[in-house]
């Protein structure tokens, strides 16, 4: 099963504004990029025709595993607001 | 200080085990307490492997067998050693009732309710941005949108608890402390849950499961029965997924394919995908437990105790011993740091901290042998059973000589000295 029918278990009430903020120029610099594996929901992918990362935090699960992996430790991480991110059903 | 206009006893940061058992505990002694829960009900940002243990429950929820939203009465311990297409499992069955499965969702919520009903201001989908200190104390927390005060703030925010680290009470986790789990909740007709695991009514299995897809690492796959749907997940510690690009999902996909597991999946259907962090430094990671005006309790405070499982125990008892230590705190009028150890000295002479020391060494030795004992012997014990169910012309003895000729020559015969010399340590400093 492929990481999108999962994700599409979940209910979610995205914010406008992102709550993972990376310092992209960091980002340009990090070698192992070890975000775009290591989220369980995909949230970082490298896009290399622009060198530049991209956040989907819609699909976050707030688990936190990038802020204590980030490499470079250049990762703004905070809780969605409280009406905002992932409600888990089951848990 | 000032007197505040919405100033409380107590304030608690996030309603998971920890928080809720504290809140009903200072509400039971009369106490004022608001939690604070950033989600929009207790429980819906919690993720947990699937256990609670009856004991520890009691403590708090004297009648939650009757009235709690429970699944599943745990009665069957699995331990599944998989091999890469073969396993070996050894199973500890007994009627009993020392642990059940439950969704946190619904748990979690209902246990709130309780608490609210003992007298516990519950808001929820707010965030505790940070937390408000005045001359070395601290005295309250800022959300989104206002200010609370309290004598006492007690942090019951989880394995990131960011407000830990404002304080200073905590460093940043490093990768090899702390599993990354990812686990998914299968719908399955809850007669088949049944056949498959050999249960009758609400009888629940427990799967533990090692190697397989997690062969060499340092991670663990489980299985818990729900009343109509099963729980399989993983944890695998952060360093190992960073430094060899693995993902976690695609891990638990193999799992879930391993033919010892899939099985017992068959025909079900996703119900929910969640991913959750799990603290595993053990005993030497825990951060300080107090400061003046704020304790740590639960996975804020790293308290779990990742050989046996366990976890929702440590928090709910760690936060009824915070909660008790506030009630002494509140009748003395004194929140200092000194008057608030009294929750560490709780804590020192409860299982909790014992049962941690116990396993201090426990991760030091798994990370430094993890090659030998999560793959080499995992391999070998299937090994040993493939070895002795062959029936192939082969004289037994000759098989016996070769199986035990192979654990000298295998691997370099220094390797075998290092796992011998890790063991006596290990069991040294857990018995001794």
Redesign the interface.
């Known amino acids: 099963?492929n990481?999108d029918?999962?994700?599409y278990?979940?209910k979610y009430s995205p914010d406008t504004e992102s709550h993972l903020k990376p310092d992209f120029e960091q980002c340009k610099l990090c070698i192992?990029k070890?975000c775009v594996?290591?989220c369980?929901?995909?949230v970082y992918e490298w896009n290399e025709e622009t060198q530049e990362l991209i956040v989907n935090f819609e699909n976050c699960?707030?688990?936190?595993?990038c802020?204590?992996?980030c490499?470079r430790?250049c990762l703004n991480w905070?809780?969605?607001?409280?009406?905002k991110?992932?409600?888990?059903?089951?848990? | 200080m000032l007197k505040r206009e919405n100033k409380t006893d107590v304030i608690i940061v996030g309603a998971g085990p920890a928080g809720i058992s504290c809140a009903i505990t200072l509400a039971r002694a009369g106490k004022e307490v608001i939690l604070i829960e950033r989600g929009l009900f207790a429980g819906s940002k919690n993720v947990f492997g699937g256990a609670i243990y009856t004991q520890a429950t009691k403590e708090i929820f004297p009648n939650f067998e009757t009235e709690a939203p429970i699944e599943r009465r745990n009665i069957e311990h699995n331990f599944a050693i998989l091999g890469e297409e073969d396993s070996t499992t050894i199973t500890y069955r007994k009627n009993d009732n020392s642990s059940y499965s439950v969704i946190r969702a619904k748990f979690d919520r209902w246990a709130a309710e309780e608490a609210k009903k003992a007298g516990a201001y519950i808001v929820e989908e707010t965030v505790v941005r940070e937390l408000i200190k005045e001359k070395n104390q601290v005295i309250g927390v800022k959300t989104e949108l206002e200010e609370y005060f309290a004598d006492i703030v007690i942090l019951a925010d989880g394995v990131n608890s960011l407000l830990a680290k404002q304080i200073g009470l905590r460093k940043d986790i490093d990768t090899k402390d702390v599993a990354l789990s990812v686990k998914e909740v299968i719908k399955l007709d809850n007669q088949i849950i049944n056949q498959r695991f050999k249960l009758k009514d609400n009888e629940g299995a427990i799967v533990e499961i090692f190697g397989g897809p997690m062969l060499g690492m340092l991670g663990l796959g489980f299985m818990y029965t729900n009343t109509d749907s099963v729980t399989i997940g993983l944890g695998i510690t952060l360093n190992e997924l960073a430094e060899n690009n693995y993902r976690p999902y695609e891990i638990l996909e193999k799992l879930k394919q391993h033919p010892t597991i899939a099985p017992l999946i068959e025909g079900g259907t996703l119900k929910e995908y969640s991913a959750h962090l799990i603290p595993e430094g053990g005993y030497k990671k825990i951060p300080k437990l107090c400061d003046n005006g704020v304790m740590i309790i639960g996975d804020a405070a790293m308290l779990v105790n990742n050989l046996h499982w366990e976890g929702t125990n440590l928090a709910m008892i760690s936060g009824k011993l915070a909660a008790e230590t506030a009630v002494e705190a509140i009748d003395k009028n004194d929140f200092s740091k000194k008057t608030l150890s009294n929750y560490e000295k709780k804590l020192k002479k409860s299982f909790i901290l014992k049962d941690l020391k116990t396993y201090r060494e426990l991760m030091d030795v798994m990370h430094s042998r993890k090659n030998a004992f999560l793959c080499y012997y995992m391999k070998k014990i299937n090994a040993f059973f493939e070895m002795f169910t062959s029936v192939n012309g082969i004289p037994k003895k000759e098989n016996y000589h070769k199986f035990i000729k192979s654990i000298f020559t295998d691997r370099k015969i220094s390797e075998l000295f290092k796992d011998i010399w890790a063991i006596v340590k290990l069991l040294w400093s857990i018995l001794i």
Do not use: D, H, S, W
């Open positions: 099963m990481l029918k999962k994700l278990t979940l192992t070890c594996n290591i369980p929901a995909q699960l707030e688990c936190g595993a802020r204590i992996a490499e430790q905070q809780y969605p607001k409280g009406t991110g992932v409600t888990f059903k089951q848990g």
